[in-house]
T-cell receptor
Framework: GESVGLHLPTLSVQEGDNSIINCAYS??????FIWYKQESGKGPQFIID?????DKRQGQRVTVLLNKTVKHLSLQIAATQPGDSAVYFC??????????FGAGTTVTVRA | DAGVTQSPTHLIKTRGQQVTLRCSPI?????VSWYQQVLGQGPQFIFQ???????GRGNFPDRFSARQFPNYSSELNVNALLLGDSALYLC?????????FGPGTRLTVL
């Protein structure tokens, strides 16, 4: 089965609000995690990554938090915009080459 | 710089046929991975190639094969197509652990 999963399949958020997307993983040996955004009909787009020796990393309007104690990962999007509507995947690097993905969370931004 | 490119964009085949999908990685990337994404699910790892050698293989039958060329481009071949092979096939090129995906090839098996 999947070693990476998201808590909620859908998330509806008001434009301008902050979004929080959660992800649980089961492999405590994983040392690298990536968040991807996938719009309809496109391939996954790299958003941000984090290594297991960190607990927080910030990008442009996005922050990833890693809690290794409870094996939990989250993606925070500040001031959510209509263009943020997409499916978001967390992916876990289980060795040097393989990424394991969860089923994804569909984010819908309400105007 | 160009990102990962894949061809064709869409493909329709019938059961039992064979298909070849192509991928060109980002310039300077020596590793290419293939993933299958069924509608409504996350991508599933099929293969990774590094420096023309298979580095890893996911839980897919022998009908799936791939290769990497000296210019680091790659082909994914699927023989004896089944209806269940209908999916978006994604190629990712990587530098170290960071993987960047192409737009995918949408394969429909009738």
């Amino acid at each position: 089965g999947e070693s990476v999963g998201l808590h909620l399949p859908t998330l509806s958020v008001q434009e301008g609000d902050n979004s929080i997307i959660n992800c649980a993983y089961s492999n405590s040996a994983s040392d690298y995690f990536i968040w991807y955004k996938q719009e309809s009909g496109k391939g996954p787009q790299f958003i941000i990554d984090i290594r297991s020796n960190m607990d927080k990393r910030q990008g442009q309007r996005v922050t990833v938090l890693l809690n290794k104690t409870v094996k939990h990962l989250s993606l925070q999007i500040a001031a959510t915009q209509p263009g943020d509507s997409a499916v978001y995947f967390c992916a876990e690097n289980t060795n040097d080459y393989k990424l394991s993905f969860g089923a994804g969370t569909t984010v819908t931004v309400r105007a | 710089d160009a990102g990962v490119t894949q061809s064709p964009t869409h493909l329709i085949k019938t059961r039992g046929q064979q298909v070849t999908l192509r991928c060109s990685p980002i310039s300077g990337h020596k590793s290419v991975s293939w993933y299958q994404q069924v509608l409504g699910q996350g991508p599933q790892f099929i293969f990774q190639y590094y420096e023309k050698e298979e580095r890893g293989r996911g839980n897919f039958p022998d009908r799936f094969s791939a290769r990497q060329f000296p210019n680091y481009s790659s082909e994914l071949n699927v023989n004896a197509l089944l209806l269940g092979d209908s999916a978006l096939y994604l190629c990712a090129s990587s530098l170290e652990q960071k993987q960047f995906f192409g737009p995918g090839t949408r394969l429909t098996v009738l």
